[in-house]
């Protein structure tokens, strides 16, 4: 069982930026990709950002250009930099792992087994 800790959460204005950090227990065979996902109050929760594990990285569409996921192997470490950040960036965030999924089109998805409980980012106008 692999469990992952967020932290790094906080409060800064619009245009400021944040690192969060996950921390997993273990990197196992069963975790072959890593992503950020987050959920604002009263909305779904929405995918941000994935990497895999030889450092591919994809990126939603709002965020691409403002964050950048990345990890650190020898540490079990899962990071997401937000930088220029938004009033509508206010979110708990979540980290997650699993398998790759390879597509036809030669994209590929996480499909996520194992998720973190969340940290709180509030980005004040």
């Known amino acids: 069982q692999v469990q992952l800790v967020e932290s790094g959460g906080g409060s800064v204005q619009a245009g400021g930026s944040l690192r969060l950090s996950c921390a997993a227990s273990a990197y196992t065979a069963s975790i072959h990709c890593m992503g950020w996902f987050r959920q604002a109050p009263g909305k779904a929760r929405e995918w941000v950002a994935a990497i895999d594990s030889v450092g591919s990285t994809t990126y939603a569409d709002s965020v691409k250009g403002r964050f950048t996921v990345s990890q650190d192997n020898a540490k079990n470490t899962l990071y997401l930099q937000m930088n220029s950040l938004k009033p509508e960036d206010t979110a708990v965030y979540y980290c997650?792992?699993?398998?790759?999924?390879?597509?036809?089109?030669?994209?590929?998805?996480?499909?996520?087994?194992?998720w973190g409980q969340g940290t709180q980012a509030t980005v004040s106008s």
């Open positions: 997650a792992a699993g398998v790759k999924i390879i597509e036809s089109t030669g994209s590929w998805y996480c499909g996520y087994t194992y």
